[in-house]
């Protein structure tokens, strides 16, 4: 069974993007794009949703640095408002339920699985015990005014174990837990 690695970028507060702010917040430097470009996960298959599909397809188009290595890499965008084909290369338009094609995709790929961006798909991906890994960039800025998509709003409790971490251009973070999901806060109280 392949494992399924969540990927997010975050701001300092939690968020995953932030109106009127570039891509990577504009702080990606040469360590960081170079790990992005050169990283041996960077051909494995991304899961993603609907909105991040919008997102990124645009960005790659645009020529945002560090997105054009995304055109090759198979793609499985969950939807059920685009329409096929999508026109992104690599894309694959999935229509029935995520956690059932995921489970199945674990089982069968011969790749390890990745997201990217998709706060609700990565959400019900936790919930179902199939993350093996959340992988965190951490970028030095607070867009409290600005933020938005706050990544981890309604999740459950979750306990990290930390595996990896490194810093890029002296600045950016990375992150790397294996999570386990708790039933509540460790300790806690419940009636017989």
Same mark, same amino acid.
């Given at each position: ?6 990927? *997010?970028?975050?701001?300092?507060? &939690?968020?995953? =993007? ?5 891509? *990577?917040?504009?702080?990606?430097? #040469? ?8 990283? #041996? ?8 949703? =609907?909105? @991040? ?6 960005? @790659? ?5 560090? @997105? ?34 995921? $489970? $199945? ?31 965190? &960039? ?5 867009? &409290? =005014? ?5 990544? *981890? ?5 979750? $306990? ?6 490194? @810093? *890029? ?15 509540? /806060? /460790?300790?806690?109280?419940?009636? =017989?």
């Amino acid at each position: 069974m392949q494992t399924l690695t969540v990927d *997010f970028i975050i701001s300092l507060d &939690g968020y995953g =993007a932030a109106e009127g702010w570039p891509g *990577f917040w504009g702080m990606e430097g #040469p360590e960081y794009l170079g790990w992005l470009a050169d990283s #041996p996960d960077k051909d494995d298959p991304l899961l993603m949703g =609907a909105t @991040t599909y919008r997102l990124m397809s645009e960005l @790659t188009a645009g020529g945002e640095e560090g @997105t054009d290595m995304l055109g090759g890499v198979q793609k499985y965008v969950f939807s059920s408002t685009l329409e096929d084909p999508l026109t992104w290369e690599n894309s694959t338009l999935v229509r029935e339920d995520a956690v059932a094609f995921v $489970r $199945r995709l674990k089982e069968e790929s011969d790749r390890p699985l990745r997201t990217i961006g998709s706060v609700a798909l990565c959400r019900s991906l936790l919930n179902a015990g199939l993350v093996d890994r959340y992988r965190v &960039g951490v970028f030095p800025v607070i867009t &409290g =005014a600005t933020g938005q998509d706050r990544i *981890f709003d309604g999740y459950p409790d979750v $306990r990290l174990e930390l595996v990896e971490a490194r @810093t *890029f251009d002296g600045r950016i973070q990375l992150l790397e837990y294996v999570p386990t999901l708790l039933d509540g /806060p /460790p300790g806690a109280w419940s009636p =017989a």
